[in-house]
């Protein structure tokens, strides 16, 4: 079901406010403004280099902004630490999957809940995991880096997903991937946005990005250009042209 765009203040999630960050002298996105309304998926997309995964890493705390704010249920997260916003209820997968290569799937896992102490729900939420990454419970003992590129993707999901966040950064899940593959990594993405996770989706393919979205802004050079409800943008003559080919 599509959202509308414009939702009541009191259910943003969300909120980046004229967010600016550099990477050396270079400005990387400037002055975005972007919401994000709790339950929804909304996609991120644009060219190599716009500034997307940039973004991202503004939110969970990889890179420092240069101004601007990150407004997280209603609170200014702008100052706080990595460790910090995960606590919150950030989680980021990122491009690249970066899990442990020379430790086990469970032991991967069991990482992702490194803010916890919880044990028992910790224990539950493995066996969650493992039913809904079938392949990753077969593969409980095996090192990560000799799973298949899918796997190791279905693993830093499984692996963001066991610090139990209210909010899910997915950076670019399809990369490399095979078209089968790529269909079974996006339904897992819109189980769980029923389950109540909302999502902010990184993704070189437009096309899929924007049909599982309920809304959508399109990044070109550090700059928002477009926005609106997913289908709409799928639908757009100038989305189309320059990123459905």
Not at 10 to 18: C, D, G, T
Not at 213 to 238: F, H, K, P, Q
Request: net charge positive; glycine share 8%; hydrophobic share 45%.
């Amino acid at each position: 079901m599509q959202h509308s765009p414009i939702q009541a203040k009191e259910n943003i999630l969300l909120e980046l406010k004229n967010l600016c960050v550099n990477y050396g002298g270079i400005r990387a996105i400037q002055n975005i403004n972007l919401t994000i309304n709790a339950g929804e998926v909304v996609s991120l997309i644009g060219a190599n280099g716009a500034g997307k995964s940039t973004t991202l890493r503004a939110i969970s705390k990889i890179v420092n902004l240069q101004q601007g704010q990150i407004i997280y249920s209603g609170r200014d997260i702008s100052r706080r630490q990595a460790h910090e916003v995960v606590k919150l209820g950030i989680a980021h997968s990122p491009e690249g999957r970066r899990v442990l290569a020379q430790q086990t799937v469970l032991t991967n896992l069991e990482l992702g809940a490194y803010i916890r102490s919880d044990f028992a729900a910790i224990k539950a939420d493995l066996a969650r995991q493992f039913e809904l990454f079938p392949r990753l419970a077969e593969r409980r003992t095996q090192l990560a880096g000799t799973l298949s590129g899918g796997e190791q993707q279905m693993l830093a999901i499984a692996r963001a997903l066991m610090s139990r966040p209210k909010l899910l950064l997915l950076d670019e899940p399809s990369l490399g991937l095979a078209p089968a593959i790529v269909k079974e990594i996006f339904a897992i993405i819109q189980n769980l946005r029923s389950t109540g996770v909302t999502i902010l989706l990184v993704e070189q393919n437009a096309s899929l990005a924007l049909q599982i979205a309920d809304r959508g802004y399109v990044l070109e050079a550090g700059n928002i250009t477009l926005t609106g409800i997913g289908a709409d943008l799928l639908n757009d003559e100038r989305v189309r042209s320059a990123y459905l080919g």
